[in-house]
């Protein structure tokens, strides 16, 4: 079993910085790719930023220049440093990761969701 535990989150004014964290844990023979999505009501849950086993990072284009996705794997931490946030950013952010938890076996997992409120 493999588990997300999200921190950080919260409610800033626009232009102002927020630092979200997520530690896998559990039976973790691999990390695929780690990172954040996030939802508003009524729209799909969209991809925020990733970064694979390589380190290769994936952002959505709407947060280039603004978030960066950094990692600690020896904590299988991932850290979403978002700075100048619009009102545009105000959604519920979910950790994702997609984990070998054998050798030849894999799952896709999701934290429990932070809300992150940008106010104008």
């Known amino acids: 079993q493999v588990h997300l535990v999200e921190s950080g989150g919260g409610l800033v004014q626009a232009g102002g910085s927020l630092r979200l964290s997520c530690a896998a844990s559990?039976?973790?023979?691999?990390?695929?790719?780690q990172g954040w999505y996030r939802q508003t009501p009524g729209t799909e849950r969209e991809l925020v930023a990733t970064?694979?086993?390589?380190?290769?990072?994936s952002y959505a284009d709407s947060v280039k220049g603004r978030f960066t996705l950094s990692r600690d794997s020896a904590e299988n931490t991932v850290v979403l440093q978002m700075n100048t946030l619009e009102p545009e950013d105000t959604a519920v952010y979910y950790c994702n990761a997609r984990i070998y938890y054998n050798q030849y076996s894999w799952g896709e997992y999701w934290g429990q969701g932070t809300q992150v409120t940008v106010s104008s």
């Open positions: 970064i694979t086993g390589g380190a290769t990072r």
């Open positions: 559990g039976s973790i023979f691999r990390i695929i790719t």
